[in-house]
């Protein structure tokens, strides 16, 4: 069992849409979640982290953490054709620099 | 400035080169790691630098020697390599974490745009 899973997609959307996407872990000594975004031929960007469970909320992105089912979420609201992107999933554990991505899920916002 | 920059953008070596790949940040982050990232894949830890000293590496192969000159300056030199390892070479940089605050904002990576190798 890989220690982050998260479905590749891809996943196609029209504009304005409510995006959800999701990853799950096994490892219960995370306690660090990040979501990335990661344009074609360019490094992953940092969009939201959340530090152990709950919500948090900037602009258009909510991230969700559930702890208990291992279970943490991102979703875009309103979304726009320039959130086309691969969106990857990371989780640390405390005091610890090796951050662990998920799969990935491509992202395409129709116009 | 909050820019990793990386050198060269592509590079075709052959499995007998010796080649050697840069990394460059001046946020005064003083933690610096390479990724491997094959497509469609998410990217694969293979070293840390925290402190200008190795501290995690995840059993790479020797073919993969890092080397971390000072505080700005992260390389990675090739040798022999095999043709699977053909991928998207990322940097990253960011503050270590001080490990004495629970809970504390955690350290940001700051990516690099990547260099792609070819092994032929």
């Known amino acids: 069992q890989k220690e982050v899973e998260q479905d590749p997609g891809p996943l196609s959307v029209p504009e304005g849409a409510i995006v959800s996407l999701n990853c799950t872990y096994s490892?219960?000594?995370?306690?660090?979640f990040m979501w990335y975004r990661q344009y074609s031929r360019k490094g992953p960007e940092l969009l939201m982290y959340?530090?152990?469970?709950g919500n948090k909320e900037d602009g258009r992105f909510t991230a969700q953490v559930d702890k208990s089912s291992k279970y943490i979420s991102l979703f875009i609201r309103d979304s726009q054709p320039s959130d086309s992107a691969t969106y990857l999933c990371?989780?640390?554990?405390?005091?610890?620099?090796?951050?662990?991505f998920g799969a990935g899920t491509r992202l395409t916002v129709k116009p | 400035d909050t820019e990793v920059t990386q050198t060269p953008k592509h590079l075709v070596m052959g499995m007998t080169n010796k080649k050697s790949l840069k990394c460059e940040q001046h946020?005064?982050?003083?933690?610096m790691y390479w990724y491997k990232q094959k497509a469609k894949k998410p990217p694969e830890l293979m070293f840390v630098?925290?402190?200008?000293?190795?501290?995690i590496n995840e059993s790479v192969p020797s073919r993969f020697s890092p080397e971390c000159p000072n505080s700005s300056l992260l390389n990675l030199h090739l040798h022999a390599l095999q043709p699977e390892d053909s991928a998207l070479y990322l940097c990253?940089?960011?503050?270590?974490?001080?490990?004495?605050?629970?809970?504390?904002?955690?350290?940001?990576?700051?990516f690099g745009p990547g260099t792609r190798l070819t092994v032929t």
């Open positions: 990253a940089s960011s503050q270590p974490p001080s490990g004495r605050v629970a809970g504390e904002t955690p350290f940001e990576q700051y």
């Open positions: 630098y925290s402190y200008e000293k190795l501290s």
């Open positions: 959340t530090y152990s469970s």
């Open positions: 490892n219960s000594a995370f306690q660090y």
């Open positions: 990371a989780m640390s554990a405390y005091n610890n620099n090796d951050m662990r």
């Open positions: 946020m005064g982050h003083r933690a």
